[in-house]
């Protein structure tokens, strides 16, 4: 789609293909390593293979795009006719992504804002939507940018995982944690702050853990018009009872998504993640 400024974002956004289509948005993905073999997320590898490696204890890896891969998005996008492009990337505390955007935009042939949006999935998923939106109501390069960062300022997400052992294995989350969390079983709720992933309570059995996450998220969305994303892998109806809570719950849902996550997040937080981003407008 042509336009004045584009969006580009990676693949650990996770916005449903309708809405990158309707507003133009470009993901470059991420790649996942299976042993020996690399495939790229969203087209070579699913959910649920990516599920089955992990319990058969596969090694598993995740690694950026190159900067040439960035830059060809760039050259296309400024082909298709965007006179400038906005950028957004997950947080530069999980990966080199940010990195590599940012050096193929020194090359690129229109200007490019690259931004590290210290999010992730649908977190990072409603900032370059809000992009796209101003976008597609004329704004300039910096307002664009301006009402990604806002709503990424805005924005909070929250999950609980079966065991920390995946975020450990991928240096996401720090090794005392993880033993602690595992030397008194207990089932982690753990936030995004700060670009990193922080350790938020500690609650005995997963139906606690889950009513928990429920309790947060709605304190957090409040009364005012929020969107939320309920993502999960390998746990579709624990996702789907979630989600229908939620929308009963919180008086001023607009968007409410449920979807899996692809395997770049799946693979360090294992199967039974459940998920919830919280995103005012």
């Known amino acids: 789609m042509s336009r004045h400024v584009a969006i580009v974002t990676d693949s650990t956004a996770y916005l449903p293909p309708q809405t990158m289509e309707r507003h133009g948005i470009t993901a470059v993905p991420l790649t996942v390593v299976l042993g020996d073999r690399a495939f790229e997320e969203g087209t070579e590898i699913s959910a649920r293979s990516l599920a089955l490696a992990l319990q058969k204890r596969r090694s598993v890896t995740t690694s950026r795009p190159s900067p040439e891969t960035f830059a060809e998005a760039y050259r ?39 931004v590290d949006t210290g999010m992730v999935a649908m977190a990072l998923g409603f900032c370059a939507l809000a992009a796209a939106e101003a976008a597609d109501a004329g704004s300039t390069l910096d307002e664009a940018v301006a009402a990604a960062e806002k709503r990424a300022a805005g924005t909070s997400a929250f999950f609980y995982v079966d065991t920390l052992d995946y975020l450990r294995r991928g240096g996401r989350i720090g090794a005392a944690q993880a033993l602690l969390g595992s030397a008194f079983a207990v089932k982690p709720l ?92």
Do not use: M
């Open 76 to 114: 296309a996008t400024a082909e298709a006719g965007a006179s400038g492009i906005v950028s957004l990337h997950l947080s530069s505390e999980f990966s080199g992504t940010y990195d590599a955007a940012a050096l193929a935009a020194r090359a690129a042939p229109v200007p490019v804002r690259v």
């Open 190 to 281: 753990l936030q995004l702050e700060g670009g990193r992933i922080e350790l938020l309570e500690k609650v005995r059995t997963a139906s606690k853990a889950i009513a928990r996450l429920e309790e947060i998220v709605t304190e957090r969305a409040g009364a005012g018009r929020v969107d939320i994303a309920v993502h999960h892998l390998s746990a579709p109806d624990r996702a789907s009872a979630l989600a229908a809570r939620l929308r009963e719950r919180v008086p001023g849902v607009a968007d409410l998504h449920v979807s899996e996550v692809g395997a770049v997040i799946g693979a360090h937080t294992g199967p039974g993640l459940l998920g919830v981003v919280v995103s005012p407008r």
